[in-house]
């Protein structure tokens, strides 16, 4: 199993500015992904963090606007640049300790309000 | 790529009764099919899996059953309580891609 640490687990932000939402993951882990929750709705991928490379965005999601680091194995950040209140949704954090079919554990999230 | 379709969207049974979410995917190279229930705040916890070599997985109360032939899986939960309201998501993925999709969602009430 794994243990995933979000932060932080909710914010209020101006539009315009940027965050960036830390996942730190008790154990090394072989893929990490950010997803996108809006409210009442369902789980939307954003990208694939990649350690050592650029991630690997889905369709609708783009670099600049959401940049992803992942250093190293147990560590990932993701950055929502320049809100809008469009932006305002839960982002979630999930690990995958191996590869194919595979448990997928998720951390607590980060609730955003962009106002 | 691989998308899921989930019904009902809202479901409601009475507390000791069972409760039935449905499933389709679209992608025959999907393998793996879990569930998940996220409760409020929370985010999405692992409840149950089944692999496509399986037809039907069973722990307590949960069970889920899989149809390959019609790409069909399901969650049965039976003797509901309370604490099973929550939002249960199903999903699938493949092996060599691990990407998991999602379902839109069900938002279980147990009624007293």
């Known amino acids: 199993s794994a243990v995933i640490s979000q932060k932080p687990s909710r914010d209020i932000c101006q539009r315009g500015t940027s965050l960036t939402i830390q996942c730190q993951v008790d154990?090394?882990?072989?893929?990490m992904f950010w997803y996108r929750q809006q409210p009442g709705q369902s789980l939307t991928l954003i990208a694939t963090a990649n350690q050592g490379s650029e991630a690997t965005y889905e369709s609708g999601f783009v670099i600049d606007k959401f940049p992803i680091s992942r250093p190293n194995l147990t560590f990932s950040t993701l950055t929502v640049s320049n809100m809008s209140p469009e932006d305002s949704s839960i982002y979630l954090c999930?690990?995958?300790?191996?590869?194919?079919?595979?448990?997928?554990?998720f951390g607590q999230g980060t609730r955003l309000t962009v106002v | 790529g691989e998308n899921v379709e989930q019904h009902p969207s809202t479901l409601s049974v009475q507390e000791g009764d069972s409760a039935v979410i449905k499933c389709t995917y679209s992608d025959s190279a999907s393998n793996y099919f879990p569930w998940y229930k996220q409760e409020l705040g929370k985010g999405p916890q692992l409840i149950i899996d089944?692999?496509?070599?399986?037809g039907e997985k069973k722990d307590q109360r949960i069970a889920v059953t899989l149809n390959k032939t019609a790409k069909h899986f399901s969650l049965h939960i039976t003797e509901t309580q309370p604490e099973d309201s929550a939002v249960y998501f199903c999903?699938?993925?493949?092996?060599?891609?691990?990407?998991?999709?999602f379902g839109k969602g069900t938002r279980l009430h147990i009624l007293p």
């Open positions: 089944i692999r496509s070599n399986v």
């Open positions: 999930s690990v995958t300790t191996g590869q194919g079919d595979t448990e997928a554990f």
């Open positions: 154990s090394q882990v072989t893929m």
């Open positions: 999903a699938a993925s493949s092996v060599g891609d691990d990407k998991i999709i």
